[in-house]
């Protein structure tokens, strides 16, 4: 079992549409939850940080956490085609004093104008 | 305030070479990480660095070694490279190792 999975997509929504985009994690010790944005050929680009159960609303991006069910969701109301992009879920752990995020495979994003 | 810049953009090495790579952590920030992101996959944890000594590592082999200056700036070093090390090499700095990750635009090292 992977540490942090992601469905790899793509995940095809139209224009104005609400894109959902789900990861699971196996460490219930994982305390810290992040949503990245990565463009192709680019570097991640942080969206979204969450680190307590419910949900996390910033602009069109709502973050939710569901700790008992090791579940982090990421959804983003009326999409633009400059959304597409692959999302990478992120999971931080504590470990002797620093902290490692865990990243899963990502899942590709296509919204179509 | 000034972000994460790392150099070079690209490089290209031969199997057996060694490299290093630089990244100059953001103002305020005194931790820095690295990951190396393959095609397809998402970024995987190399190490750490916190007030210039490595306080965290994973799964990978020590030929990969880095450093950290006083400025807070890092190097990553890998020794005899491998095809497999071809990928993205991304530099990412925090303040204390909390949240709010900051990513340089990479570093493409493409061996051959």
């Known amino acids: 079992q992977k540490e942090v999975e992601q469905n790899s997509g793509p995940l095809s929504v139209p224009e104005g549409a609400i894109a959902s985009l789900n990861c699971t994690y196996s460490d219930r010790g994982s305390q810290s939850f992040f949503w990245y944005r990565q463009y192709s050929g680019k570097s991640p680009e942080l969206i979204m940080s969450i680190y307590s159960n419910g949900d996390k609303e910033d602009g069109r991006f709502t973050a939710q956490l569901n700790k008992a069910s090791q579940y982090v969701s990421l959804l983003i109301r009326d999409s633009q085609p400059s959304d597409s992009a692959t999302y990478l879920c992120a999971v931080g752990r504590m470990n002797t004093g620093f902290q490692k995020l865990v990243f899963g495979t990502g899942t590709r994003l296509l919204v179509s104008p | 305030e000034t972000g994460v810049t790392q150099s070079p953009t690209h490089l290209i090495k031969t199997r057996g070479q060694q490299v290093t790579l630089r990244c100059s952590s953001q103002?305020?920030?005194?931790?820095v990480s690295w990951y190396q992101q393959a095609l397809g996959q998402g970024p995987q944890f190399i190490f750490q660095?916190?007030?210039?000594?490595?306080?965290g590592r994973g799964n990978f082999p020590p030929r990969f070694s880095g450093l950290q200056f006083p400025n807070y700036s890092s190097e990553l070093n890998v020794n005899a490279l491998e095809l497999d090390d071809s990928a993205l090499y991304l530099c990412?700095?925090?303040?204390?190792?909390?949240?709010?990750?900051?990513f340089g635009s990479g570093t493409r090292l493409t061996v051959v």
């Open positions: 990412a700095s925090s303040f204390r190792g909390g949240d709010g990750y900051t």
């Open positions: 103002s305020g920030h005194n931790t």
């Open positions: 660095y916190y007030r210039e000594e490595e306080n």
